[in-house]
């Protein structure tokens, strides 16, 4: 998908103007196709451990009624790659699994169901939670070129493997100029947040609690078609540093954790007329 940065002028709002909104109507589908790179340091006394997560996966959302969707990959490969050697799972189970969910005109996502996946997989990356922030959320004003606004997100959930988690955001967005993406003219919407994430949960052995700390920033930008209610795409990268700390055993052991990653996604274009 080729990324044509082209400046080209777009009308201030217009007093009165209605905002701007996705437009899922039933049976639309729309085909993603995602990219992900994920790599974290813990730092202990016997040296660093290096673990690096790489996927990439296509996913279909087909719509129904009042923004409900089924959403399934279609595609999927998972690489863990760590300090013993690389791990990749075999993924065919997890293609064509429905996930329920929920999308607003704002692009308010929520899971309402998930599929039962295998723990192969489950350990590397985190499915359940995917959809909940798929889609850039919109402001209630229109967008138009200059415009800006605040965004404060707080998130709880459970993870894989019963980890429960929460996320703080706030981000500030800030609609840059437009661009033409496949011939079709859409907003570069740039996003810079600050966060805190916080996980607890069972440790390898009975009676131990692992906890993770984390703090750090989230820069990226999105492509939004203002005319036809699509998000084209996005990028996100960001760097956390926080602290793991087991405890519930003999000693409560605490290790530095620094952590990186680069995530994109493009919206893979109808075929035929």
């Known amino acids: 998908m080729a990324l044509l940065l082209i400046g080209v002028s777009i009308p201030m709002i217009l007093e009165g103007q209605a905002p701007t909104r996705y437009h899922f109507r039933a049976g639309d589908t729309l085909v993603y196709h995602a990219q992900n790179s994920d790599s974290s340091v813990l730092t202990t006394p016997q040296g660093p451990v290096t673990a690096v997560t790489l996927s990439e996966s296509t996913v279909q959302l087909v719509f129904g009624a009042r923004g409900s969707a089924t959403a399934a990959f279609t595609a999927l490969r998972v690489l863990l790659r760590t300090d013993k050697g690389p791990i ?71 993870a894989a493997g019963g980890l429960k988690f929460t996320r703080r955001a706030i981000t500030n967005f800030n609609v840059s100029r437009d661009t033409t993406v496949n011939g079709t003219t859409c907003l570069i919407i740039v996003g810079a947040s600050v966060q805190t994430l916080d996980a607890a949960g069972q440790g390898s052995a009975p009676g131990r609690t692992v906890t993770n700390h984390q703090t750090g920033f989230d820069n990226g930008f999105f492509l939004f078609d203002p005319v036809a209610g699509r998000m084209m795409g996005r990028q996100r990268t960001g760097e956390f540093t926080g602290t793991l700390r087991m405890s519930g055993g003999p000693r409560t052991e605490e290790y530095p954790l620094a952590r990186r990653f680069l995530t994109g996604m493009e919206l893979v274009p109808r075929a035929g007329p």
């Open 88 to 158: 990749s799972p075999v993924t065919d189970s997890v293609l064509n699994r429905p996930f329920l969910v929920t999308v607003s005109e704002r692009g308010l996502a929520q899971t309402i169901s998930a599929p039962r996946l295998p723990e192969a997989v489950t350990r590397i990356v985190d499915l359940a939670t995917e959809f909940d922030d798929f889609f850039l959320v919109l402001p209630a004003k229109p967008l138009a070129v200059g415009l800006a606004w605040v965004d404060t997100v707080s998130q709880t959930g459970s």
